[in-house]
């Protein structure tokens, strides 16, 4: 785990409610897919734990929702610097994912996935992905995944946009 300053470069919607933020400073402490960071906002007691969703070499990328008070405070920001923790949890683990795994997440389960898409794909892995959303409206990440180069199925409660259904359904 490792505490630092990050600047605020990028702050833009998804969707109606779900926006990506890049953020630039020493993620070192990140080491594997999966894991997440806790932000600090001013004038809240509790962190912000969001799960990374890419990683370069001084930079991170985290998609979140705005539902709560202290998300829908990030969803605003534009500029600045953010208190954040970095390295914490687990990860997956690369290592037990076999020659075509399959991805499977949903709204905000999507974003981790990415990078571990990356990463199998990295390994020479045939990755499919499948994302699940509730309509059209809210689907996301389809096309960064594709651009990565995996197999991707998006699936929808109502059936607006892709297979109706869970992703269960399209497994």
Do not use: H, W
């Not at 949890?89 to 905000?108: A, F, H, I, K, Q």
């Amino acid at each position: 785990m490792k505490q630092g300053f990050f600047e605020i470069i990028e702050n833009i919607p998804l969707t109606d409610n779900v926006f990506k933020m890049t953020l630039r400073g020493d993620v070192s402490a990140i080491s594997a897919p999966g894991q997440f960071v806790n932000i600090q906002l001013d004038g809240l007691y509790l962190r912000r734990p969001i799960s990374v969703c890419d990683l370069s070499e001084n930079t991170l990328t985290i998609i979140y929702k705005a539902v709560g008070k202290g998300t829908k405070q990030m969803s605003t920001m534009k500029e600045g610097k953010l208190d954040v923790l970095t390295g914490l949890g687990n990860g997956y683990d690369l290592t037990v994912s076999g020659e075509r795994p399959v991805l499977l997440g949903g709204g905000v389960g999507v974003p981790p996935m990415y990078l571990l898409a990356r990463r199998l794909l990295e390994q020479g892995k045939q990755v499919r992905v499948i994302l699940g959303f509730n309509t059209k409206s809210e689907v996301f990440y389809e096309d960064a995944f594709k651009a990565l180069g995996a197999e991707v199925v998006v699936t929808t409660v109502d059936g607006s946009y892709g297979k109706k259904g869970f992703v269960t359904d399209a497994l």
